[in-house]
């Protein structure tokens, strides 16, 4: 797992480490029941404090995208049994996407292709592929 984090970023570093471990799931580069490295493994290798990779596991956790194993650790594990749960927090998540959109003058139409376009970028492994 290659996890690079920009120190310079605005973005904080746990979430940082969270988002890429979203899209690595995504991009199918960290698969259904791979254990991550430990807490204090990946803040060595990142060379950051341990809090701060707890923080971003306890966050994937809680987002349903890791379950926590004493004997395996850190396991990869996406919640789909709760579609309707899942589809709600994505509406207040793209709430604020859209009003920004509408904000900066970003069409319905250009707001649908930069999504095609990721679906794409990601492969969209859950369809196939296909939109």
Known sequence: ???KIDFNSSEAIYMQLRNQIVIG???DK???GESLPSVRQLADELGVNMHTVNKAYALLKN???LTL???KGAVVCVSVDTKPQNLATMNVGMRMMVAEAICKDISLAEMHQIISDMYKEFGD???GGKL
């Open 30 to 32: 960290i698969k259904a």
């Open 125 to 127: 492994i859950q369809n």
């Open 63 to 65: 987002d349903g995208y």
């Open 69 to 71: 194993d004493r004997r």
């Open 25 to 27: 799931i995504a991009q």
């Open 1 to 3: 797992m290659i996890i």
